[in-house]
C-alpha cells in the first residue's frame, strides 16, 4: 500500500541529519533526540517532545555539539543520558553526555560531557546501550575492535574491562545488543553478521555473504533478528538455526538503510532506505517463535507483507526509532533535516 506522509512535521533542524533516536527513559511523553551533521557549521542536538492531547512537536531543548554527529543513543535508564560518535579534523571519537535541568529557560544551557571512549585507535562506528534496563555496561565498535566498558554516570567514569578483536574480517560498520541477554550482541562487517559472547569476547556464530546494512532484535520474541541487506532486502531470523532465513520481505528500491522491531507489537517492522520512503510491514513468522514457518527451514513469504509506504519525503532516510511511551508512533529523520512523527493506529487491524 502505496502512500504520502498525513504526520506531524518537525522543521527545526537547520542542517543535514542521519540520527534520531527514542528517549525511553522518559516515561511520561513521547520523546526524541536528533543530531546534525554539518561539515562546516557547529552541530546541534535537539530535544524533540510531541505535545500531550496536540498535533505538534516542540523544542524541549537545543544544545550545541561540537562535531559531526554520526551515531546518537539515548540511555535507556536516564533520560538525560545520551552518546554521540562524531568527527573532527582530528578523526572519531565518542563520548557520554549529560543534558542539564532545562526549568523551561528559552535558551538551553550546555551539554555536560561525562567522559569520553577514548581507548579506540581505529575509526569508532557506534555505541550500544543494553536496551533493556539499567546495566553499568556500554559497548563500543570501531573498525577492528568491539569494546566493554564499566561506566559510572554519577562519577563521570568509564574504563575497559574487556576487548574483542575482529582479526581478519572486513571493517565492523555497527551492531546491535541482545535484550534478552545482556552477554550477546550482534556485529555487522561489510559482507557478514557475527554474534558475540561478551564473557570471551569471542565470536560465536555469523551469517555470511550477505551485505548487511543494519541489524535489530525482537524485543518481544527471543532468538529473532532482523536485517537490512543490499541484496535481499529485510529478512528474519532465529539464532538457533541461521542455515536459512525464516522469511524475506522486499526492500526498498535503493539501498534498504535501517530496520527496527517495534517495541510493543511483535510482528510490526519499519524500514527506511536511500530512496526516501520508510515502510511498514506485517512480518509474521508462525505461531510461535519455535522455528521457520516450513518444515524444511526454507524461506517463507507472506502475501502483502506491506501495510504502508511512507513517500512524503525529498531525501534520503537513515534514521527511524518508534516510540517506546506510545508504540503505535514513529518519527523518521530524512537526510535534509526533516522530522516526522507518523501513527501506525489506522494499520493495526491488520494484525
Not at 517532545?49 to 540511555?75: A, M, T
Not at 560531557?113 to 569508532?124: A, G, N, W
Not at 532506505?273 to 515502510?279: F, Q, R
Request: hydrophobic fraction near 35%; proline fraction near 5%.
Amino acid at each position: 500500500m502505496q502512500g504520502g506522509s498525513s504526520g506531524i512535521v518537525y522543521g527545526g533542524l537547520k542542517y543535514q541529519a542521519r540520527c534520531i533516536t527514542d528517549v525511553r527513559a522518559d516515561a511520561g511523553s513521547t520523546t526524541f533526540l536528533a543530531g546534525t551533521l554539518s561539515l562546516k557549521e557547529e552541530n546541534e542536538v535537539h530535544l524533540i517532545r510531541l505535545l500531550p492531547g496536540e498535533n505538534e512537536l516542540v523544542c524541549d531543548g537545543l544544545f550545541y555539539h561540537p562535531n559531526e554527529i554520526w551515531d546518537l543513543k539515548s540511555c535507556p535508564f536516564d533520560h538525560r543520558l545520551f552518546s554521540t560518535v562524531y568527527t573532527s579534523g582530528e578523526g572519531y571519537g565518542a563520548s557520554v553526555w549529560k543534558i542539564p535541568e532545562l526549568y523551561g529557560q528559552s535558551n538551553s544551557p550546555q551539554l555536560e560531557q561525562l567522559f569520553m571512549l577514548d581507548d579506540h585507535t581505529d575509526k569508532i562506528r557506534c555505541v550500544l546501550w543494553w536496551p533493556l534496563g539499567k546495566h553499568d555496561k556500554l559497548i563500543s565498535i570501531d573498525d577492528r575492535n568491539i569494546f566493554l566498558w564499566n561506566i559510572d554516570p554519577s562519577n563521570k567514569s568509564a574504563k575497559v574491562i574487556s576487548q574483542g578483536s575482529a582479526d581478519m574480517l572486513p571493517n565492523l560498520r555497527g551492531g546491535a545488543w541482545d535484550p534478552h541477554n545482556h552477554n550477546a550482541v550482534a556485529t555487522i562487517t561489510d559482507s557478514s553478521l557475527h554474534f558475540w559472547d561478551l564473557r570471551s569476547m569471542k565470536r560465536s556464530n555469523a551469517i555470511e555473504h550477505a551485505h548487511i546494512r543494519d541489524v535489530d532484535y525482537n524485543p518481544k520474541k527471543q532468538n529473532i533478528i532482523a536485517t537490512a541487506e543490499d541484496e535481499f532486502g529485510i529478512r528474519l531470523w532465529d539464532l538457533r538455526m541461521l542455515k536459512h532465513p525464516l522469511k524475506d520481505l522486499p526492500g526498498h528500491s535503493h539501498w534498504t538503510w535501517a530496520v527496527r522491531h517495534n517495541p510493543e507489537y511483535d510482528e510490526l517492522i519499519l524500514s527506511a532506505g536511500t530512496d526516501s520512503a520508510v515502510n511498514l510491514w506485517l512480518a509474521k513468522v508462525g505461531t510461535d517463535d519455535s522455528g521457520p514457518e516450513s518444515p524444511s527451514g526454507s524461506p517463507t513469504r507472506q502475501e502483502e507483507p506491506l501495510l504502508h509506504s511512507y513517500t512524503d519525503y525529498e531525501d534520503s532516510i537513515y534514521g527511524i526509532a518508534w516510540s517506546s511511551h506510545d508504540p503505535s508512533l514513529f518519527a523518521s529523520l530524512s537526510y535534509d533535516g526533516r522530522v516526522v512523527l507518523e501513527s501506525v493506529k489506522p494499520h493495526l487491524q491488520r494484525k
